[in-house]
């Protein structure tokens, strides 16, 4: 059964402390990672994906990078608002063919304090 | 480019009453997806669409229906609520072609009491 596991559940940052979340996945053949993040009473809205291990892929202060079992999404030198809950999410290859299916984690709340 | 709306944005329902949440997108993607995300859980998979008129079942459909009869709208159905449905309701959609990323809506919070 594919899984995908985050941690920490939560995390607090002082602005300018870079730190890493970790996405833990296991699946029967990987399409694609997907990480996300979401705002308070919003939708998820769609950062990186990333296809194969050894992949990184960067947008401002995040960068994403996957092995064959995880992937972590780096925060460098983080400001208060980028506070938010990042969620990672698997595309299996028996998902793809059934309408896409993602499967997602439960998420990490990262809080950055000025 | 408005992307994916739904609507309403707040509902209190009472045990067994009945509703619908609407989707609607604009991007003339072909599929469309209804997920629950309760605290801690993460988003779990409610029912998806490849196309107009073609529905299947996700990880958690109980309780729920879904039709596609156009390219732009989705609607997820509740019959007879219960608490247990208490949740976040998020609607999103994709291109379907390739490894491509969901785009999601703002999401119905739905109490149910």
């Known amino acids: 059964e594919d899984q995908v596991t985050q941690s920490p559940e939560a995390l607090r940052l002082q602005e300018g402390e870079s730190s890493s979340l970790n996405c833990s996945y296991t699946v029967s053949g990987l399409r694609g990672l997907f990480w996300y993040r979401q705002d308070p009473g919003k939708g998820p809205e769609f950062l990186f994906t990333?296809?194969?291990a050894g992949e990184e892929k960067e947008k401002e202060r995040l960068k994403a990078t996957l092995t064959k079992k995880e992937s972590f999404l780096h925060i460098t030198a983080p400001k208060p608002e980028d506070s938010a809950t990042y969620l990672c999410?698997?595309?299996?290859?028996?998902?793809?063919?059934?309408?896409?299916?993602?499967?997602f984690g439960q998420g990490t709340e990262l809080s950055v304090k000025p | 480019n408005a992307g994916v709306t739904q609507t309403p944005k707040f509902r209190i329902l009472k045990i067994g009453q009945s509703m619908t949440l609407q989707c609607t997108q604009d991007m003339n993607h072909n599929y469309m997806y209804w997920y629950r995300q309760d605290p801690g859980m993460g988003l779990k998979l409610i029912y998806y669409s490849v196309g107009a008129g073609i529905t299947d079942k996700g990880e958690v459909p109980n309780g729920y229906n879904v039709s596609r009869s156009t390219t732009e709208d989705f609607p997820l159905r509740l019959e007879l609520a219960a608490p247990s449905q208490t949740s976040v309701y998020f609607c999103a959609s994709s291109s379907g072609t390739g490894v491509t990323p969901q785009h999601f809506g703002d999401g119905t919070r739905l109490s149910i009491l």
């Open positions: 990333l296809y194969s």
């Open positions: 999410a698997v595309q299996s290859i028996l998902n793809y063919n059934q309408g896409g299916k993602l499967i």
